[in-house]
Nanobody, 126 residues
Framework: QVQLVESGGGLVQAGGSLRLSCAAS????????KGWFRQAPGKEREFVAA????????YYSDSVKGRFTISRDNAKNTVYLQMNSLKPEDTAVYYC???????????????????WGRGTQVTVSS
């Protein structure tokens, strides 16, 4: 059974940092792009960051560029999202996702991923 499990969420003050992890099991994801999305209450799910299946390209939404960093460790079948300088507007449930052989920007920022995790809550207090 394929699973993506997010962890690392929590409550943090504005300006603080968190590192989210997404561990995959059930198959090897070295040839899958990995993405992070988030959904705040009453809002649609939005793209946050993605890393291509090769790891050679990373993409970020304008709202997190310069503050968040996505990385992957294929040996551990895990993708990370380092979040710095957090703002209250970053409060949301964060989801990781995997997409087979995706590397183009257009492939990585859309919602058409093959696998999704259940999410982890991030709350940033002001």
């Amino acid at each position: 059974q394929v699973q993506l499990v997010e962890s690392g969420g929590g409550l943090v003050q504005a300006g603080g940092s968190l590192r989210l992890s997404c561990a995959a099991s059930g198959r090897t994801f070295s040839n899958y792009a990995k993405g992070w999305f988030r959904q705040a209450p009453g809002k649609e799910r939005e793209f946050v960051a993605a890393i291509s299946w090769t790891g050679g390209s990373t993409y970020y939404s304008d709202s997190v560029k310069g503050r968040f960093t996505i990385s992957r460790d294929n040996a551990k079948n895990t993708v990370y999202l380092q979040m710095n300088s957090l703002k209250p507007e970053d409060t949301a449930v964060y989801y990781c996702a995997a997409k087979y052989l995706a590397w183009r920007y257009s492939d990585c920022v859309g919602y058409e991923y093959d696998y999704w995790g259940r999410g982890t809550q991030v709350t940033v207090s002001s």
